[in-house]
């Protein structure tokens, strides 16, 4: 049985060049593979963005609203037919976007179909919660994997604060409304919860009211 892998990390935790290197070392052993990415991420298009310069186009998009399961087996008899073979892996790249009934589709197409499916994404917003994707795969993928990166101080980076004219916000939207110029910092835990003065999550509000 195939499994469905979770590769979750922080930002600038190298997430889309361990996506982009895992389907060259399929393709390079004449394996086909397939990358998608949810829609969501309007920035980047279709790009699958690396910070080491290799970029690449995603097979497919998925909007919010579609079945992740019936449009995987649409791109893959493409594969079949210009190929002559099944595909070997599908990965996803920015899996944190992803809603709960895609990746359940997920794990269908891993089990099912016996298909192994690499999620890669980050883990939990700026404010420390998770995302819906994430928050999904946290729960039902059979492997889970830390994709690591450092703080400034040097500790394992595990949160992401986000920036916004030169100071921390705590507020907001999950994903920043486009036009708002907002930069992220992956930050341990210690350095984050110096900069948001103890707090976490809700803890914001309820501390303010
Ligand atoms: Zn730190």
Same mark, same amino acid.
């Given at each position: 049985?195939?499994?469905?892998? &979770? ?89 944190? &976007? ?60 595990? &949160? ?50």
């Amino acid at each position: 049985m195939a499994k469905l892998y &979770f590769r979750y990390g922080a930002m600038n935790s190298g997430k889309s060049t361990a996506l982009l290197q895992a389907a060259h070392n399929y393709e390079e052993r004449g394996h086909q593979v397939l990358l998608a990415k949810p829609g969501v991420d309007s920035k980047a298009g279709r790009a699958i963005l690396s910070r080491l310069g290799v970029d690449r186009s995603v097979d497919y998009l998925l909007g919010d609203n579609d079945d992740a399961y019936q449009t995987f087996q649409h791109h893959r008899s493409q594969v079949q037919e210009r190929h002559g073979t099944d595909v070997s892996c599908l990965l996803i790249d920015e899996s944190q &976007f992803l809603t709960e009934h895609q990746v359940n589709d997920l794990m269908r197409i891993a089990v099912l179909d016996n298909i192994p499916v690499i999620c890669y994404g980050i883990r939990t917003d700026f404010r420390t919660s998770a995302f819906p994707g994430s928050r999904r795969l946290l729960e039902i993928a059979h492997s889970l994997e830390e994709l690591k990166t450092i703080c400034r101080c040097g500790r394992k980076a595990v &949160f992401n604060a986000r920036c916004a004219h030169g100071t921390y916000i705590f507020e907001g939207d999950q994903v920043a409304i486009d036009g708002m110029e907002v930069t992220y910092e992956s930050l341990c835990a210690t350095c984050y919860l110096r900069e948001s003065g103890g707090r976490l999550n809700r803890e914001w509000h309820v501390a303010q009211d």
